[in-house]
């Protein structure tokens, strides 16, 4: 694997999502059109009024999870062109320390190449020791590639294409609120002045009865939409299976310092949706956060 200047490759394309540039923008375009999705497809403010300052995406396969993330991707692009995308995510396979960022370089994906802010990296890492240099949560196992920052990139560049923003890669394996608050904080502060939205990577309840997912996801995203990351933390430690939810919670303590004053619940569904698979499924949640 060639990251000597920190290039990070398209790990799961061909597995979570097309890896044919063509085949995967009409797999985009699709999710887009999808009855779960947003409706239609992204129209770029290019003088938007740029109040998100953060998302809540889901990050399974596409096929699953592709329409309802259009739901927050449309929204976003509607709002305007953001300079940066700073993208928190659960390290699943390969956690090191709390939070861990890719601090330079490039991300690849079918779709062309995503550059890394690296100037705000640096300023992150130099305002916090909780946050570290380190690629190895991003890359995942050889059996396992990491693949919850990965999934959301095509979305931006479907909707952005030459102006998709910069991003910086966070992947957090912290569950003590506490941790995560300031994590949160940190990044809030280094975006407070800047044109800026934090996505949380996070698919919600996981292989539960879809009934029992949808009432737990719905909880959790009243929490979000109420901007009440206390009460979403108490929602993971009730419901094991909304671990990955953390990524909002940094999220939300991030958006706080925005400038935050209101959620917006886009959208949720759940793989059995798609399956129909009604015994054992994952949530897949989407909102914004709002600084009007």
């Keep these: 694997m060639a990251h000597e200047r920190h290039h990070r490759p ?24 999808h009855p779960l999705g947003a409706g239609h497809l992204p129209v770029v403010a290019a003088d938007g009024a740029r109040v998100i300052v953060g998302l809540v995406c889901p990050h399974a396969g ?32 390969r956690p090191v320390g709390d939070c861990a960022v890719w601090a330079e370089g490039v991300w690849e994906t079918p779709l062309g190449e995503v550059p890394v802010d690296a100037e705000l990296a640096a300023a992150l ?6 946050i570290q240099v380190s690629e190895l949560p991003h890359l995942g196992l050889p059996s396992h590639p990491e693949h919850a920052i990965e999934v959301q990139l095509p979305f ?41 939205v934090v996505i949380a990577s996070c698919d919600l309840t996981h292989y539960q009865p879809h009934e029992v997912a949808k009432q737990q996801d719905m909880v959790a995203l009243r929490c979000i939409a109420d901007l009440d990351a ?15 939810a953390i990524a909002a919670v940094v999220m939300l303590a991030a958006c706080q310092i ?3 004053t209101r959620g917006e619940i886009l959208g949720h569904s759940t793989s059995g949706d798609i399956t129909r698979d009604r015994a054992h499924v994952v949530g897949y949640g989407a909102a914004a956060v709002l600084k009007v």
């Design 230 to 244: 206390a009460g979403l933390m108490t929602c993971i430690r009730r419901y094991e299976s909304l671990s990955d």
């Design 125 to 130: 890492v130099e305002r916090h020791p909780l």
């Design 258 to 260: 925005m400038g935050a």
């Design 156 to 196: 931006l560049q479907f909707c952005y294409r030459d102006r998709t923003p910069r991003i910086v890669p966070m992947a957090v394996s912290a569950y003590d609120f506490g941790t995560l608050q300031t994590i949160g904080a940190v990044i809030g502060d280094a975006l407070k002045d800047r044109n800026a």
């Design 62 to 93: 596409y096929l699953y999870s592709g329409p309802p993330a259009t739901r927050s991707y449309v929204r976003l692009a509607e709002d305007g062109v953001p300079e940066v995308a700073v993208i928190v995510a659960p390290a699943h396979y």
């Design 10 to 33: 398209a790990l799961v394309a061909g597995l979570f999502y097309e890896d044919n540039p063509a085949e995967l923008e009409k797999s985009i375009a699709a999710s887009c059109l």
